[in-house]
């Protein structure tokens, strides 16, 4: 069993969600996972007290969550000296065309300039409209996004956009790396 920190920095709530979902995917797994918001600071934490960590941050007016650069700014040498994870939660993953997803990986490109974070894996998923959450300008300016990106214009209903399979089977690509490093072991499967 290893022990993961999960840090993920949020707007809406679909960047905790998918950190919810990679919590359960890793505890399926056996393993210890903590899974903190980081604006709301690591809790009595250290980076050091885990065998992995995987930062997430949503994506909004092009930039990731201003409290995870700073983290990862601030956690450099400790996220060096363990397994690393990145993920991504943006409504540029969520389409399929190439200029779209060049969007996605460049945010990642970015940050990795800005912080010279370099993690072991990285994940890049489709976020989610949450249109109900929206104030008039936001919403007004988002529809206007998400007619070029996905031409979910209803403003009624929200849309979520994450392919949780993709999430899962990044979760246990990087379970997998983690455990050949840390000498840590999944369970067997019950067949």
Same mark, same amino acid.
């Given at each position: &069993?290893?022990?993961?920190? /999960?840090?993920?920095?949020?707007? #809406? ?10 919590? =359960? ?10 899974? /903190?918001? @980081? ?7 250290? %980076? ?6 995987? @930062?997430?941050?949503? /994506?909004? @007016? ?7 650069? #700073? ?6 040498? +400790?996220?060096?000296? @363990? ?12 389409? =399929? ?6 969007? +996605?990986?460049?945010? %990642?490109?970015?940050?990795?300039? =800005? ?25 007004? &300016?988002?529809?206007? /996004? ?32 983690? =455990?050949?490093? %840390? ?9």
């Amino acid at each position: &069993m290893a022990s993961f920190l /999960i840090v993920y920095g949020t707007s #809406e709530g679909q960047t905790e969600k998918v950190a919810g979902q990679i919590a =359960e995917t890793l505890a399926e797994r056996g393993h210890a996972t903590t899974t /903190i918001d @980081v604006g709301d600071g690591l809790g009595g934490h250290t %980076v050091e007290d885990f065998d992995a960590v995987l @930062v997430g941050s949503s /994506i909004h @007016v092009g930039k990731h969550q201003s409290a995870i650069t #700073e983290f990862v700014t601030g956690h450099h040498d +400790a996220l060096a000296a @363990v397994p690393s994870g990145f993920f991504q939660v943006s409504l540029s993953s969520a389409v =399929e065309d190439p200029e779209g997803q060049a969007e +996605a990986a460049k945010y %990642v490109e970015d940050l990795i300039a =800005e912080t010279d974070f370099h993690p072991d894996r990285i994940g890049l998923f489709g976020g989610a409209l949450r249109y109900s959450k929206y104030g008039f300008l936001k919403r007004l &300016m988002l529809k206007r /996004i998400a007619k070029d990106a996905t031409g979910d214009t209803d403003t009624s209903r929200d849309y979520e956009y994450t392919d949780w399979e993709e999430v899962e089977a990044f979760t246990d690509d990087f379970a997998a790396f983690v =455990e050949g490093r %840390v000498g840590a072991t999944a369970p067997a499967s019950e067949d």
